[in-house]
């Protein structure tokens, strides 16, 4: 009798479930259908009446990057161009001219060469100004530059650069180009390996698991394992890529969302290449996503020294959806979350400030995890260090000269003036060198506003409306001043960083990147405060039991 009268109760109740979450489906079909037909009736009245002439792709293109643009940045719309982009990240496979390339408006400049590739075989250098390719001058060329580039193993083009002011052609044969996950591993000392992974597409932990092997070969008992300014990718090479450290079966990162199915645990499932061998991970502020599952997973699972500067704090999971005409969405599905329970998530989409940028999240509404061993670890805004290094944190001055590509156009000039730089590794910026570096800020009008102007200007801006602006004026141009003179002190006091920017770059010039990772080995201050750690087992010890 009990069991029929549950069962006449569960009935109802069940019934009524399935149609409260049946009418609210119903209610998001019927609004979603409702504002489709609005905005297909208007994309309609606008191409057919409009006074001019309009492009129908354009306008769409606006209108879905526009709905895009109030959700995170992570959520896009590819285009045919952007998915094969997206592909070659993946795989790190394409056929090209084997060299990293910016797009401005009227040109492409050589950012970085690959060495041994097609570009770098046909000369052509790092702030080379690509102005034509064939006979299409970039300078009137509206589609993607960069496709111009591409073509299939074998083919040749004909380009014409600029170089310091003058005009070069080069023809490039393209060829198939890989992109190592592991562009370098090496020995640092007698009992120490070194090894750099840049980014996580498919190589990503064969390569890594490959260097550890070999090091292990040379007579290798620690490892220091660099992911400065690697920005992520594939999610499941960031998990095989702990597992070559951690054991089998081990939770490493969940994913959570509103949509049930992409709530998902990844553990470790092979057996662990090495559980013991004493570990530091380099990460700084361009350590993104895969990075930072690594890095906050082996830290929260007391497994290697993290040390540099903060990481990125990207705790988003995207995935791509397809959709018509080769296009996809990559859409985010969920928040990721390392063994310890936390979302190093640092901005937050849903709230902006009055420009309309995320705000990142107050530390004082970060959480405390405990790692394995019982060590506070906090949410919010990236991986925090084990042992935070100023060197590596870049401050507002140094992104503003970053961003403006003044570091990477100083390194050029500098290899220009000085040719016959004979020993690289033995190379040091000179103070004299840092002199000239400031003059060539000014020369080009180097400035960049800080939120202290930004925020003075505003409030000037109140007073003239309020007509108190003649009581302040005086007052204001004080402080713009001394802001100005402190903003050119800032370039001294961030004396140490730039040069070790300026330093790395320009190093590049003359030996690649695989001669800026040789020079690392003895000069970079991170890997030498990691080489102290690793080589005294008491401090070590107390970095991940404290």
């Known amino acids: 009798m009990k069991t029929l009268l549950k069962k006449k109760i569960l009935i109802p109740v ?138 299939s193993s074998g083919t040749s083009i004909d380009v014409t650069y600029k170089r310091q002011g003058k005009i070069y052609t080069a023809t490039i044969n393209r060829a198939e180009v890989e992109i190592n996950a592991v562009p370098y591993f090496s020995m640092i000392n007698d009992q120490t390996g070194y090894i750099v992974l840049s980014q996580f597409n498919n190589k990503a932990s064969l390569q890594t698991a490959y260097a550890v092997k070999d090091l292990k070969a040379q007579g290798a008992e620690k490892i220091i394992l660099d992911l400065r300014d690697n920005p992520g990718g594939l999610l499941h090479e960031a998990v095989n890529v702990v597992n070559i450290f951690v054991p089998k079966a081990q939770l490493v990162v969940t994913t959570k969302s509103k949509v049930k199915k992409f709530n998902k645990t990844y553990y470790t499932q092979k057996e662990a290449l090495d559980v013991e061998i004493p570990l530091v991970v380099l990460i700084n502020g361009r350590s993104a996503s895969a990075s930072e599952i690594v890095a906050g997973t082996l830290q929260d699972l007391d497994r290697a020294v993290i040390i540099g500067s903060r990481s990125f704090g990207k705790g988003l999971v995207q995935r791509p959806k397809q959709l018509t005409y080769g296009t996809q969405l990559k859409l985010t599905i969920s928040r990721y979350y390392t063994p310890s329970g936390r979302c190093i998530q640092a901005l937050d989409y849903w709230h902006r400030d009055e420009k309309g940028a995320a705000v990142r999240i107050a530390q004082e509404n970060y959480h405390e995890f405990k790692t394995k061993n019982g060590r506070p670890v906090f949410d919010g805004g990236g991986v925090l260090p084990d042992e935070a290094l100023e060197i590596t944190k870049n401050s507002a001055i140094t992104n503003a000269i970053l961003n403006k590509d003044l570091i990477f156009d100083y390194a050029t000039t500098y290899y220009y003036a000085h040719p016959n730089l004979k020993d690289v590794n033995a190379f040091k910026l000179t103070d004299s060198d840092f002199n000239d570096f400031k003059k060539y800020l000014k020369t080009n009008d180097f400035n960049f506003e800080t939120d202290t102007e930004t925020a003075l200007a505003k409030a000037f801006e109140s007073a003239k409306k309020e007509g108190l602006d003649d009581n302040i004026q005086k007052d204001y141009n004080t402080l713009i001043n001394n802001l100005n003179t402190s903003k050119i002190k800032g370039i001294d006091e961030n004396k140490a960083q730039l040069s070790s920017l300026l330093t790395d770059e320009i190093v590049k010039r003359y030996a690649y990147r695989e001669g800026v990772y040789d020079y690392y080995k003895t000069h970079n201050p991170e890997i030498k405060r990691a080489t102290e750690i690793l080589s005294n087992t008491t401090t070590y010890s107390k970095f991940l039991n404290h």
């Open 14 to 151: 069940f019934a009524v479930a399935i149609f409260f979450s049946t009418t609210a489906f119903q209610n998001d079909f019927f609004e979603i259908a409702k504002q489709i037909e609005i905005f297909t009736t208007l994309y309609k009245e606008l191409n057919m009446n409009y006074v001019d002439e309009t492009n129908p792709a354009d306008l769409m293109d606006t209108a879905i990057k526009s709905m895009l643009k109030d959700l995170d940045p992570y959520t896009t719309f590819m285009n045919e161009q952007d998915v094969e982009a997206a592909r070659i990240n993946n795989t790190g496979d394409y056929t090209g001219i084997g060299a990293r390339v910016k797009t401005l408006k009227d040109k492409l400049v050589i950012v970085e060469p690959y060495k041994d590739y097609p570009a770098d075989k046909a000369g052509l250098k790092p702030g080379d100004e690509i102005i034509k390719i064939g006979t299409i001058d970039l300078e009137t060329f509206k589609d993607d530059k960069g496709d111009l580039l591409k073509g």
